[in-house]
């Protein structure tokens, strides 16, 4: 069984700032990790996964994300935020098995001008 | 081009009035599954399917049915909807569970 909780369900930049987007995780088993955006009226696209191996993933539109595993953290980054940011993040695990994703509750993201 | 396909995109429908929501991939994934958001709550699974005629039940299953008789369809069946399974719905597929997930653009139903 796996759970993701997502701190904070509004984050709230400014254009250029930092973006840092919370997820922490519970796996029983070793995690298969992902963050998804849903930009408004659309379905959910991938923006990068941690399988095995480097614990900084590098995703698409300037995102990362690290995978401290001491920590069951997986939090969201990007250096500079831009307006077409703004959409809501998903946080998700899974195991590999046969229920596959378990999301959290999502994070929208806010960009101030 | 690598898709899932949801159909209808919006349905309005009354209680008890049966109906059944359409999914599709052309990508020959062996997993499908369905999911509905509803604000605050995320995303929650209702039902998945790891390959043709095997289906199970996710973490909110009630009032939903599903089947897979063929690999590239996954249709989600409601028999008699109630007004509490007004959401927005996501089919979405993939080779495994352990890869990306192909999500479909979803369909927004409402039940009067």
């Known amino acids: 069984a796996q759970s993701v909780t997502q701190l904070g369900s509004h984050v709230s930049v400014s254009e250029g700032a930092l973006v840092l987007l919370r997820c922490n995780y519970s796996?029983?088993?070793?995690?298969?990790l992902f963050w998804y955006v849903q930009y408004p009226n659309q379905g959910l696209q991938l923006l990068l996964k941690?399988?095995?191996?480097?614990?900084l993933v590098k995703g698409i539109n300037g995102f990362e994300a690290e995978f401290k595993k001491s920590e069951t953290s997986f939090h969201l980054t990007k250096p500079s935020a831009h307006m077409s940011d703004a959409a809501e993040y998903f946080c998700?695990?899974?195991?590999?098995?046969?229920?596959?994703?378990?999301f959290g509750k999502g994070t929208h993201l806010i960009i101030q001008p | 081009e690598a898709q899932v396909t949801q159909n209808p995109r919006y349905l309005i429908t009354v209680t008890g009035k049966k109906l059944t929501v359409t999914c599709s991939q052309n990508?020959?994934?062996?997993?499908m599954s369905w999911y509905r958001q509803d604000p605050g709550l995320g995303l929650r699974q209702i039902y998945y399917?790891?390959?043709?005629?095997?289906?199970d039940k996710g973490d909110v299953p009630e009032g939903y049915k599903v089947s897979r008789k063929e690999k590239r369809n996954f249709p989600l069946i409601l028999e008699s909807p109630s007004p509490n399974q007004t959401s927005l719905y996501f089919c979405?597929?993939?080779?495994?569970?352990?890869?990306?997930?192909?999500f479909g653009s979803g369909t927004q139903l409402s039940v009067l």
């Open positions: 979405a597929s993939s080779k495994r569970t352990n890869e990306k997930l192909f």
């Open positions: 796996s029983s088993v070793p995690p298969y």
């Open positions: 941690y399988t095995t191996g480097a614990t």
């Open positions: 998700a695990v899974t195991g590999g098995g046969a229920d596959g994703l378990t």
């Open positions: 990508m020959n994934h062996e997993y």
């Open positions: 399917s790891m390959n043709v005629e095997v289906t």
